[in-house]
């Protein structure tokens, strides 16, 4: 049972999708990912913009609630033996307490899993993990590989190209700047990460400071939302945020909008991917398969 989106993509990577018996209500990659039964719900009001949702989640967290329901009675009928969940973030899902609690009550004693990454070496080490547990390690292993040949293709083909400066924001109303795996993929993409915090959490920063910094490049991608609500964010930035429309890369086209749900916030194989698409915006050119896809990216 996989219940982090992104665990759910390496399963289905390494070829065990016959074996998973259930996901998250967030598993939608791959689409087949859809079909099988959904372990939870979200609590967050719905159609919310980013304001409202940062507002709620606060007072949820103050007041000790989770953000996420889980189906114990589902969990219990589906019996698996083996749970992987996480415990890096308890806004992004499930937390594992709740998890450990409710495996704990499960006949057979299934192993429960918690996958901490904090850069793509960690999502390369997850694989073998995942792969390990499974008895998938030759898939895991061709796996990795197969990732690891095109970050380096990436790297060749950005070498000696100049290296902008970029701003890469996690949340929009307040400002958050990017942490955690996202500065290395700005880096491994050919540019220089500002007002980040590498391999740690993400953290409200404030206009000022954005304004004085002068981005080159302005990526925006909220946690959980995808492009048509990026753009609705980017929107309200626009009409309610001055400093937002001052900005060099704004004003000059360099500022990006980007499907953050799929691409960036869910640190499994498509951080690959994601790095290809911070590339195409930082260097204002297509890079990268996933330079393709149109609906992970669009220029403002």
């Known amino acids: 049972m996989s219940l982090l989106p992104s665990a759910t993509e390496i399963v289905y990577a390494l070829g065990l999708a016959d074996r998973l018996v259930g996901v998250t209500h967030e598993c939608d990659f791959p689409p087949a990912a859809r079909e099988k039964p959904h372990l939870t719900a979200s609590r967050l009001p719905h159609a919310a913009n980013a304001s409202e949702i940062d507002r709620h989640v606060r007072e949820s967290l103050h007041a000790g609630s989770s953000l996420y329901a889980l189906d114990r009675t589902l969990l219990e009928t589906l019996a698996p033996e083996l749970i992987i969940t996480q ?14 609690a409710a495996a704990k009550g ?4 299934p192993r429960v899993i918690s996958l901490e990454p904090a850069s793509l070496e960690d999502v390369y080490a997850n694989v073998a993990t995942i792969g390990a547990l499974t008895e998938t390690r030759d898939e895991a292993r061709r796996f990795v590989a197969s990732l690891r040949a095109r970050a380096d293709r990436l790297r060749t083909a950005v070498a000696g190209k100049s290296r902008p400066r970029t701003l890469v924001l996690e949340w929009t109303d307040p400002p958050y700047n990017a942490g955690h795996w996202t500065p290395g993929l700005v880096d491994l993409a050919g540019g220089e990460s500002l007002l980040a915090t590498p391999g740690a959490y993400s953290h409200i920063i404030t206009w000022e400071a954005i304004v004085a910094a002068d981005p080159d490049v302005v990526i925006v991608a909220p946690c959980g939302f995808d492009l048509a609500a990026t753009m609705r964010a980017i929107d309200d930035l626009a009409a309610n945020v001055p400093a937002w429309n001052t900005l060099r890369a704004v004003r000059e086209g360099r500022a990006y909008a980007i499907d953050g749900n799929a691409f960036v916030n869910r640190p499994g194989p498509r951080l690959v991917d994601t790095a290809e698409l911070f590339a195409t915006a930082i260097h204002g050119e297509p890079i990268g398969a996933a330079s393709d896809e149109p609906t992970a990216l669009r220029r403002l």
Do not use: N, P, T
Not at 87 to 100: F, G, K, Q, T, W
Not at 106 to 109: A, F, S, T, V
């Open 87 to 100: 415990e890096l973030c308890s806004v992004c899902a499930v937390s594992y307490e709740i998890v450990d």
């Open 106 to 109: 499960l006949r057979g004693d």
